[in-house]
């Protein structure tokens, strides 16, 4: 089986420029998470889905970053506009069911200068 | 909502030496318990799973500790070598038993270094 794949695996962009980065979980999980990884702040959550619903849009991170499940199999995670603080390691994570543990993506580097 | 507190952030040991790390929890309805690991540069690892049904879960070179009544959760490492080096974090979930949403609250990672 494959795991769980994210594309790209380092991003470089200009401040105020809108990214989109893209997670495919692994087959027949049903719930997906993407986070935010800095040394300062750790593990934040962005957005979860269940069932391709969304179950948490991570509160503070509404206003510019925003999370689709189109499909079971596909996720985007669009930044808009970034800003430098943005940049940090952006997980994709998915799970079977309650109780699972959460498979991890190799993660994607985002710098934004 | 859950919070978990992780501790050390920081630890160096010896190769051959235990490392303890440990984490408490606020949510008593907490049933899932992970502890993973992450290696320079790479993403996370899951390194054992612990049910709040079991107190003491061992592992290849660890064991894990769940003390319900004072909601801590502690890894135990015997004999660290120095592949062991990385990152640890250990998550928290409540799953769905209360009907709460299947997210996992992280602690803050303690990043160990095994010196040979």
């Known amino acids: 089986d494959a795991g769980v794949t994210q594309t790209p695996r380092h991003e470089v962009a200009e401040k105020g420029q809108t990214i989109i980065l893209k997670c495919e979980p692994v087959?027949?999980?049903?719930?997906l998470f993407w986070y935010r990884q800095t040394k300062i702040q750790g593990l934040e959550l962005l957005s979860y889905?269940?069932?391709?619903?969304?179950?948490?849009d991570g509160g503070a991170f509404k206003d510019r970053f925003k999370a689709e499940m189109l499909n079971s199999s596909f996720s985007t995670l669009k930044i808009q506009p970034t800003e430098p603080k943005d940049s940090a390691v952006y997980l994709c994570?998915?799970?079977?069911?309650?109780?699972?543990?959460?498979?991890f993506g190799p993660g994607t580097r985002l710098t934004v200068l | 909502g859950e919070q978990v507190e992780q501790r050390p952030p920081h630890l160096s040991v010896r190769e051959g030496d235990s490392a303890v790390i440990t984490c408490t929890y606020t949510d008593p309805n907490s049933y899932y318990f992970f502890w993973y690991k992450q290696e320079p540069g790479a993403s996370l690892q899951l390194l054992m799973k612990v049910f709040s049904s079991t107190e003491i879960n061992e592992g290849q070179g660890f064991t894990v500790l769940l003390n319900k009544k004072d909601k801590r959760l502690s890894l135990n490492l015997t004999a660290a070598h120095p592949g062991d080096s990385a990152a640890y974090f250990c998550?928290?979930?409540?799953?769905?038993?209360?009907?709460?949403?299947?997210?996992?609250?992280f602690g803050q990672g303690t990043v160990l270094s095994v010196i040979p």
């Open positions: 994570a998915s799970t079977m069911d309650w109780g699972y543990e959460q498979y």
């Open positions: 998550a928290v979930s409540a799953g769905g038993a209360t009907g709460g949403n299947n997210k996992l609250t």
């Open positions: 889905f269940r069932s391709k619903s969304l179950m948490e």
């Open positions: 087959s027949g999980h049903n719930d």
